[in-house]
């Protein structure tokens, strides 16, 4: 308000007919409280990726220390920060997103257990997302069984941990486990080899592409011995999560912004995933051996997709058909067009 008293009040400024429409009644601050947990994260265990038998989360912005001083601080040069890049994710403790002391108490967000150095990286809004993803699942077990926040830690945190996964989570130490019929049923594919969809990891990390490049309109298949009840199919497609700039710009620039913005942003498609398949099929092969379509998806926009099924079949499969990329193309010249991470049967 004293900013909008000099603007109007003193001196020409050419606001005589501006109004003031909105103010936030609290200030957004970087840094104010931090609860004290089960485990206090420390700078140590952000850059060298300790290992936590309760991990639920992860971070990897880079440590980012504003230091004090106000007004009469030095910033030339970024004198007024402490920065250092991490070298890979770390794993953020289930201990450390409820309370020491309160027994019915868990965080998530600027305010979870950590030292003043190691909070600068976990404080970031990615990474304060999918810790609040983790906190919401870990109080759904502890309301599912009747157990203090503590109590899941200890006793639960594998079907925490199991329920994170499931729903396209990446914890660093973990690799979610093949649900039991697709590994009854045998993988195949019309192009290379697809059996990195059941490698438990999701996205590219560590120099590994975990994901399988085919062609368009050539499947991936489940078939099975005899005739098996198929509730449903679990799908993660690539949405380009890896990469470090983003196109279709309004303004024709190359930004390293990596957020994705909505179709209808300036009537551009600024940060959408071209790489994303837009248009698929999944069929299933009837006891009568008659391949059937189940479900066709002409306009795609997820990364993470469930459909149910609910039907006995011999088989099952899975059919890019384009991505938003490939429909631009006249000819893709024999070449692997629809990258995937997971395709599985349940």
């Known amino acids: 308000f004293g900013v909008w008293d000099h603007i109007k009040n003193h001196g020409d400024h050419g606001a005589e007919n501006w109004d003031l429409e909105w103010v936030g009644f609290l200030p957004g601050k970087r840094e104010s409280r931090r609860y004290v947990g089960d485990y206090v994260l420390t700078q140590n265990d952000v850059e060298n990726c300790t290992p936590f038998a309760d991990a639920v989360a992860y971070g990897g912005w880079q440590i980012d220390n504003h230091l004090p001083g106000g007004f009469y601080l030095d910033a030339k040069g970024e004198n007024h920060l402490q920065k250092r890049k991490l070298k890979e994710p770390y794993s953020i403790p289930l201990r450390s997103l409820y309370s020491k002391n309160v027994q019915n ?20 809004m990615g990474t304060i997302g999918v810790i609040g993803q983790a906190v919401g699942t870990a109080c759904s077990v502890a309301i599912k069984y009747n157990l203090t926040p503590r109590q899941v830690a200890e006793q639960k945190i594998e079907e925490v941990q199991n329920i994170l996964l499931e729903d396209d989570c990446f914890i660093p130490t973990l690799k979610r486990k093949p649900s039991e019929l697709s590994l009854k049923g045998k993988l195949s594919c019309g192009y290379g080899d697809c059996t990195a969809l059941l490698n438990g990891v999701d996205r590219r990390i560590w120099g590994n592409d975990n994901g399988y490049y085919g062609k368009t309109n050539l499947p991936i298949t489940y078939t099975f011995e ?39 942003y300036n009537n551009t498609t600024f940060g959408f995933p071209t790489c994303l398949i837009k248009h698929y099929k999944i069929e299933y092969l ?8 189940a479900i066709e998806v002409t306009d795609n926009y997820m990364r993470f997709i469930k459909h149910k099924l609910q039907v006995n079949a011999l088989a099952v499969r899975f059919i890019p058909i384009s991505t938003y990329h490939s429909e631009t193309k006249t000819n893709d010249y024999l070449s692997s067009t629809a990258h995937l991470f997971n395709f599985e049967v349940f």
């Open 286 to 293: 009837n006891e009568n051996g008659v391949w059937q379509t």
């Open 105 to 124: 108490l868990m965080f998530a967000g600027r305010n979870i257990s950590t030292s003043h150095v190691a909070f600068s990286t976990t404080r970031v």
């Open 226 to 264: 005899e005739p098996t009840f198929i509730s449903g199919v679990r799908l993660v497609l690539d949405s380009d999560l890896n990469r470090e700039y983003t196109y279709g710009n309004p303004d024709c620039l190359h930004t390293s912004s990596v957020l994705f913005f909505p179709k209808s």
